[in-house]
């Protein structure tokens, strides 16, 4: 069992920044692959970035790469989303989610077996 708490959220203004972490809790956190997903009001939860165990392998979806920054502390048991140049369409409740390997498509919600209890992310224009 692993738990998974976000943190970080908040308002910002467009073309901002905000550090989202993801503590983890239970079992090895270097065990698990990790990714963030977010959900705007009436829109299904859509896929963000993922990162593997090691850190080494990482993924984004179009519409965040080259803003967003998904990194891991092993050490510490944290997972981490920077965001950067943040738009009014970023607004969302933001979830972090660990899923038992990197295989397969980590885009899909179904993969992953945990689940943080999600955070808001505001950006105002």
């Known amino acids: 069992q692993v738990q998974l708490a976000e943190s970080g959220g908040g308002l910002v203004q467009a073309g901002g920044s905000l550090t989202l972490s993801c503590a983890a809790s239970?079992?090895?956190?270097?065990?698990?692959?990790m990714g963030w997903f977010r959900q705007a009001p009436g829109k299904d939860r859509e896929f963000v970035a993922a990162i593997s165990a090691g850190g080494g392998t990482t993924r984004y979806a179009d519409s965040v790469k080259g803003r967003f920054t998904i990194s891991r502390d092993n050490a510490k048991n944290t997972g981490y989303l920077q965001m950067n140049s943040l738009k009014p369409e970023d607004t969302a409740v933001y979830y972090c989610a660990a899923r038992w390997t990197y295989r397969g498509d980590v885009t899909y919600t179904e993969g992953y077996a945990y689940w943080g209890q999600g955070i808001q992310v505001t950006v105002s224009s």
């Open positions: 239970g079992r090895s956190f270097s065990s698990f692959a």
